[in-house]
């Protein structure tokens, strides 16, 4: 007997890891990106450090203006830099906005205003070209486009809106949500419960509430008052209505069966 107790394997108690976000691939590519170093992409391709490009080679001789080790303390600065926001602040504050000193057709739509770009050292700010600036800070027309596009828009401090656009098709408004929420209520109250209650293989009532149910039921009574079939309501309701059924919710079920206040 005592040796079998011996040969018995004893179970490990095991501790869950503690969550540390910044050690996250994601993150840690972030942290690459803003600080120019090479990272490896969510495509799996490695990329290279962010570096000071070629001259370019135009009549404002930005290059002959701003020497290399002045070019190299504007680029350090610019990727010690710890946020994105922070990086398209700086860029946003070196560029102006003017208008278009000659026009040739008063009445047309075409280039009403042009963009200058700076560099700006020990409190001096000089004039340089759109490559030079983009090649000093290693970034792209892109990034320069859209920073001129929110000057024009009068933004007076841009931020990161990668992600957060209003364009969601599908979204379910919030009147409805409330109404999905008020209608599982009133069902948990109302005495027709039992018929929306989930059975087991042998027919026998489980106190837990069946969402398919719930959902017809739903769609029965308020499909043309609330939900819009087109835009995909319909079928993002059933999430919303899934939702709702939180551990609170079930619990109240459960209460309701224990203390037998569902109607045979």
């Known amino acids: 007997m005592e040796d079998t107790e011996a040969t018995e394997p004893q179970k490990k108690s095991t501790k869950r890891k503690a969550?540390?976000?910044?050690?996250?691939?994601?993150?840690?590519?972030?942290?690459?990106?803003?600080?120019?170093?090479?990272?490896?992409?969510?495509?799996?391709?490695?990329?290279?450090?962010?570096?000071?490009?070629?001259?370019?080679?135009?009549?404002?001789?930005?290059?002959?203006?701003?020497?290399?080790?002045?070019?190299?303390?504007?680029?350090?600065?610019?990727?010690?830099?710890?946020?994105?926001?922070?990086?398209n602040a700086y860029l946003f504050g070196l560029i102006r906005k003017h208008d278009v000193?000659?026009?040739?057709?008063?009445?047309?739509?075409?280039?009403?205003?042009?963009?200058?770009?700076?560099?700006?050292?020990?409190?001096?700010?000089?004039?340089?070209?759109?490559?030079?600036?983009?090649?000093?800070?290693?970034?792209?027309?892109?990034?320069?486009?859209?920073?001129?596009?929110?000057?024009?828009?009068?933004?007076?401090?841009?931020?990161?809106?990668?992600?957060?656009?209003d364009n969601r098709p599908t979204k379910i408004p919030q009147e409805t949500k409330d109404l999905i929420k008020n209608h599982l209520f009133s069902v948990i109250k109302s005495n027709d419960l039992k018929s929306f209650m989930k059975e087991d293989k042998n027919r026998q009532m489980v106190p837990e509430l069946n969402v398919a149910k719930l959902y017809l039921h739903f769609l029965r009574m308020y499909e043309c008052e609330a939900l819009n079939p087109q835009t995909g309501e319909c079928t993002t309701a059933l999430l919303v209505l899934s939702n709702a059924i939180s551990l609170g919710t079930q619990c109240s079920v459960q209460n309701n069966v224990s203390t037998g206040n569902l109607v045979e």
């Not at 759109?130 to 401090?157: G, P, W, Y």
Request: hydrophobic share 25%; charged share 35%.
């Open 101 to 165: 000193k000659r026009k040739k057709n008063a009445a047309s739509d075409r280039r009403t205003c042009t963009y200058k770009y700076y560099i700006r050292y020990r409190g001096q700010e000089t004039q340089v070209c759109k490559l030079a600036f983009a090649h000093i800070h290693a970034v792209s027309f892109r990034k320069i486009r859209t920073l001129s596009e929110k000057l024009d828009q009068n933004i007076l401090f841009p931020r990161d809106g990668r992600g957060k656009h």
């Open 19 to 87: 969550r540390n976000q910044s050690e996250w691939k994601r993150e840690k590519r972030k942290r690459s990106i803003i600080a120019g170093e090479p990272h490896v992409t969510v495509r799996g391709e490695m990329t290279e450090q962010k570096k000071i490009g070629s001259d370019c080679l135009c009549k404002l001789k930005c290059y002959e203006k701003i020497d290399e080790k002045t070019r190299q303390m504007l680029f350090d600065g610019f990727y010690s830099l710890k946020t994105y926001d922070e990086q």
